[in-house]
């Protein structure tokens, strides 16, 4: 992993961290010409390494596609389907991460992204919060291209950048 700016506003505990997955959440937003239209992928689960110089060493999670959800229920039904995540044939999305780094107070996660059997890369960016001996609190965002992995329910209406927002709870086991 990256090594980190030495103007580090957040000192992380050393050692291995799981992602708490029920206080966790992922969420996607894309914008058209009818608003925008939104979905929550639950985590399922995911570590965080953090190394003796409180860095992170290595990070990855796995979301549940199938517990995909909306507040929209044809939102929920286009992206569950073949044109969205295809939850049937891929139940699970991927991320591991290939470089985190600090500048300041703001995290820069880059990694891979995994959804469909496509894979391709994406950054991060936010900040963590609440950082205690045990446990600690991100928030990072993010965008990718969703025709890229092959989620083109909605198109033309909406566009193809979709924003991407984690929040997560990490402690140790």
């Not at 090594?3 to 966790?24: C, F, I, M, T, W």
């Not at 409180?54 to 569950?80: C, H, M, P, W, Y």
């Not at 389907?81 to 991460?97: M, P, Q, S, Y």
């Not at 891979?112 to 001996?133: E, F, M």
């Amino acid at each position: 992993m990256a090594k980190a700016d030495e103007s580090v506003a957040v000192e992380l505990s050393p050692g291995q961290y799981n992602v708490v997955a029920d206080r966790s959440s992922a969420h996607l937003s894309v914008k058209g010409a009818l608003g925008s239209i939104q979905a929550q992928i639950p985590f399922h689960r995911g570590a965080v390494e953090v190394g003796g110089d409180g860095q992170i060493a290595s990070a990855s999670a796995t979301l549940d596609a199938r517990g995909l959800s909306s507040k929209n229920s044809f939102v929920e039904k286009q992206l569950r389907g073949r044109t969205g995540l295809d939850v049937d044939n891929h139940a699970e999305a991927h991320f591991a991460a290939t470089s985190a780094q600090f500048s300041g107070d703001v995290l820069t996660i880059r990694g891979t992204l995994t959804v469909k059997g496509i894979s391709k890369p994406i950054a991060l960016q936010g900040a963590v919060k609440n950082a205690r001996a045990r446990r600690f609190v991100a928030a990072l965002e993010g965008e990718i291209d969703r025709t890229e992995f092959g989620i083109t329910a909605g198109r033309p209406l909406y566009g193809k950048q979709a924003s991407v927002r984690l929040n997560l709870v990490v402690r140790k086991p």
